[in-house]
């Protein structure tokens, strides 16, 4: 059977009575006529099906430090190929992809890749592990874990950055093939979800509270903060008691610094002290890994040992410049167990990013 790349088969979707066709990838729930496309963009209903418009095309493809991501404690100092597509299933104000992720350009898909040769290009260059990355992957999940499963037979590592606004359903199967994600936990309000982000804050705790107890996916959360929507010092102790009640506290948590982009342009830069504070607040409220993002500090960017209190992993934006681990992540000065995922020594890959042309091999 010759499939059609630019409409990828889907199942995640039903009729409905007055005729439309319901998307039931997230909690949007898009119901479509002939033609139309969900908010995402990149999922569309044509021969009363939803397909979707971008399997096998990229926004471009970069080998990244896995510290970027963030993910601290995920095979540290590792080189991962890093990629997106185009369009997203939120309306975040302050989106600081939007070029991607906003894009309703398939020019902005420049980049043309099967799974295979994604897989192929990760081996040979060097990276453990692949990430859906700068928009979110639960929209173009058949292509992510198709890439998985390529990745997966070469030892590679699939990583998903995610905003967590996915069906329970979906939810399921696109987990299943992923080894690590970080979790954008925007805020802790409804409101801002809402007011800001055009989706609801319920679904993202039940998609991270999945993953803590129902998968083995290693997670990391992220919330940027931004002055006077999500940075109160009340807001920021909700968010760490619910993680500490609900995940317990060997999640890692990283809060990064807001700058002014999309449609917040007049919203200032978040001050490193704002980030500080939510640190500061994590820790007091019994979590083990907190960190400061998008920001100079050495501190905040390293990983300490919630027994004896040495500094396990020292980090200088994505530099590891000392690392007491065991391969198997056990500090050097106590023995205690650092929470995550450690395949022997650290790597050395650096801050370096690095844009390539991913080869097709056929």
């Known amino acids: 059977m010759t499939i059609n790349y630019n409409a990828y088969p889907t199942k995640y979707w039903h009729e409905l009575d007055d005729g439309r066709i ?45 510290e970027k991501k963030p993910l601290n404690h995920f095979l540290p100092g590792s080189a991962v190929l890093s990629f997106g597509t185009a369009g997203c299933n939120l309306a975040c104000k302050f989106c600081q992809n939007w070029d991607i992720s906003k894009s ?47 990745c997966h037979e070469r030892d590679i590592k699939a990583i998903a950055v ?13 987990y299943q093939y992923m080894d690590a994600a970080n979790i954008d936990l925007k805020a802790f309000t409804e409101r801002f979800y809402r007011k800001i982000c055009g989706g609801s804050l319920q679904n993202i705790l039940d998609t991270l509270v999945y993953l803590k107890h129902e998968t083995k996916v290693w997670f990391e959360i992220t919330t940027l903060l931004i002055p006077d929507e999500n940075d109160s010092s009340e807001e920021i102790t909700a968010e760490c008691k619910w993680i500490m009640d609900n995940l317990g506290p060997d999640v890692p948590v990283h809060f990064t610094a807001f700058h002014p982009d999309w449609k917040m342009l007049d919203i200032p830069p978040t001050p490193p002290s704002t980030l500080i504070r939510a640190r500061e607040i994590a820790i007091a409220h019994g979590l083990h890994y907190a960190f400061t993002g998008n920001v100079h500090n050495t501190n905040g960017d390293s990983t300490y040992c919630h027994q004896c209190g040495n500094c396990l992993i020292q980090r200088d934006w994505y530099q590891i410049l000392d690392y007491q ?32 042309q991913i080869r097709v091999e056929h």
């Open 162 to 174: 995610s905003a967590g606004y996915i069906q329970p359903e979906p939810r399921r199967e696109f």
């Open 325 to 356: 681990l065991t391969d198997s992540g056990q500090c050097n000065y106590c023995g205690t167990q650092c929470a995550g995922v450690f395949h022997g020594p650290a790597g050395h890959w650096g801050r370096k990013r690095i844009p390539i």
């Open 22 to 66: 319901q998307c039931d990838v997230c909690p949007r729930e898009c119901r479509l006529h002939e033609g139309q496309r969900g908010l995402c963009f990149v999922r569309a209903r044509q021969n009363n099906t939803v397909v979707l418009t971008t399997y096998g095309r990229s926004s471009g493809f970069c080998i990244d430090p896995v």
């Open 104 to 150: 309703r350009e398939i020019d902005t898909l420049g980049s043309r890749a099967m799974p295979e040769d994604v897989a192929i290009s990760a081996q040979k260059l060097g990276c453990q592990s692949i990430a859906f990355t700068y928009n979110d992957p639960v929209i173009f999940m058949e292509y992510a874990i198709d890439i998985a499963k390529a």
